[in-house]
């Protein structure tokens, strides 16, 4: 009984906590995420939750809103838009993955008063057009070239981006910036499309690549899109038995940072999805609290490059959830 | 039975119209691709990649055989891989103990397929649906539950790692070919030359007759989810052991894949017909359609098209053998 008692005293408490809150100017909110098997959007929600005490400090609150899966993408981001227009928040951390769809939404939450910022896939073009009060993520075409001009910067000459999944815009975004970063540094570079019988089959694309350096020994430098299919192009790359290749990869995962510790892999570009949540989120209630305003826009939170330099660092940041 | 030995007889075999269809391919690709593709380096290519294929591909095909499907293979596959990752990998328990676990899972989710399936008569195609989505919801909600991450690295060294996955023959095959002729030597014993293979047949051709003639069909079919579940769970661990690395993600073209390298290989989608051979050969068809791509000078963006087309062809091959075989009546010799 006594327990109860407390338990209904401690509940006043926070209520009466919250309505003294409320009427100042607290920011409450909402971010939209991608689905929890994404490795990426767990990052996301680290960085979300480092940023949420000084949101809550402050009188406010922050909501995640997370795609269950992919399947029915376009509407269920719509939908998530939408839930946060009807929820009432002051604040949206949007990525614009589908601009035809979301668009008239996040036109419609910025009509209601609703101050937005995109994060992650958008970019500065859009969020200006949009009226989105800044940008903060990366940009894949920067990525890229980033990626080309270290590859061209260590001597490399041929550089082959294996893309297991062509067409889609952010893929091949990423190989179009690896050939440009590699011709801007006196290189050349080609893409590599994987036909979809060969995705999430490590042995076919470990093959794939071989075959490919046996066929063209000219290609001293691999790039995957995905840091699961570097795991697959090491081993495509030991079985050529041509040492000369360094392997580079977009994202990264344990093994692959094992890799680069260990020498068989030469680097990763991290987008560094910590900051992007992070600061999206603090930068958004900033505003909606305090009214500041950040002259730097785009906010770009990539690309970092993970290499045998700051690999100790950066191991230390996956040991926190953070990386 | 004819006993003399006839080119006519090989010809009508099950398999006969699997291995024409794999000798266009392998022509097809000797043109086009030139001499890498038929060098060691460029055998083992195909090799590897049909070796993962076709370990699960046989018991799908005689799922097939039988009447059944079975596609929650494409979970099982990541779901061995992350089993013995987080097992042996998080966890840094011994790998033995992460690959007994791993297997352990793959013959439980084949009972549960099978039970299921001979208790509520829904189409083993639905059935294997609902685990499909319900092992990918397991593997990722328990690794980001254990390890706050979709992608887990394990190091395996010693025995464990040259038996299940390392290279062999100069760092070029894969110890998976090995294990997959021995178990396609194991299930030719057992299909062709003994009374199960009988029994399979007659599942799929009719299977109230076949229980009523005795046949354990319940018991059968269980077990053959098992060795389909149990099959595809290996082969993930494997791969894991192999990349030092295993993803949440994945395996989904391993479903596709199977069916259609137990189809090329000649088994009918209706049930009743096929032979271990042809589905072999299939696998190394498909194998083959899809590497061979790389050793020719094709542009890259047409692989899907011409890798469509070839399969197209080498069924079509195999229905025109198989309709000639079955449509074939020994000439009578003499009268009486």
Known sequence: MRLIKNLMRAAAVVALMASAASPATAATIAVVGGSNDDAFWNLIKKGIDDATPAVVANGGSVNYLRLQNYDNFAPDVVQLIRTAISQKVDGLVIPNWVPEAEDPAIKDAIAAGIKVILMNAGGADKARELGAINYVGSDEYVAGQAGGAYFASHGK??????????????????????????????????????????????????????????????????????????????????????????????????????????????????????????????????????????????????????????????????????? | ????????????????????????????????????????????????????????????????IAGELDISVGAMVPFGAMTVAVVSGHYDLPIWFGIAVALT???????????????????????????????????????????????????????????????????????????????????IFFVHFSRFGNWIFAMGGDKVSARNAGIPTERMTILLFVLSSTSAAFVGLCQAILY??????????FIFNAIISVVVGGVLLTGGFGSIVGIFFGTITFAIVNQGIYYTDFDRNWSSLIIGILLLVAVLMNNTFRKMALSYAPRKTGGK
């Open chain 2, 1 to 64: 039975m004819q006993s003399s030995f006839s080119p006519g007889a090989l010809l009508r075999r099950p398999e006969a119209g699997a291995f024409l269809g794999l000798l266009a391919v392998l022509i097809f690709f000797g043109i086009f691709g030139g001499l890498t593709f038929l060098q060691p380096a460029g055998m083992a290519s195909w090799m590897n990649v049909a070796s993962n294929l076709g370990v699960i591909a046989i018991p799908v095909g005689l799922l097939m």
């Open chain 1, 157 to 323: 000459k041929h550089v082959l981006c294996v893309n297991t999944l062509p067409g889609a815009n952010n893929t091949e975004a990423r190989c179009k910036g690896v050939t440009d970063g590699m011709v801007a540094g006196g290189g050349a570079a080609e893409q590599l499309p994987l036909p979809t019988t060969s995705f999430g089959d490590p042995t076919a694309v470990a093959e794939a690549i071989k075959a490919t350096l046996l066929k063209d020994t000219t290609i001293d430098g691999v790039i995957t899109i995905s840091a699961g299919d570097a795991d697959a192009a090491a081993t495509g790359i030991q079985q050529s038995g041509i040492a000369t290749v360094s392997l580079g990869s977009f994202d990264m995962n344990a093994a692959g940072l094992a890799r680069i510790k260990g020498g068989t892999q030469t680097f990763a570009i991290d987008q560094q999805p910590y900051l992007q949540s992070y600061l999206a989120v603090s930068l958004l209630a900033a505003a909606i609290d305090f009214g500041t305003s950040l002259p730097t826009y785009p906010v770009l939170t990539g690309p970092g490059i993970v290499d045998t330099v700051n690999i100790d660092a950066t191991l230390a940041g996956v040991e926190k959830g953070a990386r």
């Open chain 2, 105 to 187: 899972f793959g013959v439980l989710i084949g009972l549960i397929n099978g039970y299921m399936v001979i208790r509520t008569a829904v189409p083993s195609l639905i059935v294997t649906l609902g685990t499909l989505f319900a092992v990918q919801g397991i593997v990722l909600g328990l690794t980001v539950l254990i390890t706050k991450s979709t992608s887990v690295a394990l190091v395996t060294e010693g025995v464990a790692k040259t038996i299940f996955g390392d290279f062999l023959f100069n760092g070029q095959v894969q110890v998976m070919v090995l294990w997959w002729l021995a178990i396609t030597a194991a299930y």
């Open chain 2, 244 to 253: 030092n690395s295993a993803q949440v993600a994945g395996g989904q073209s």
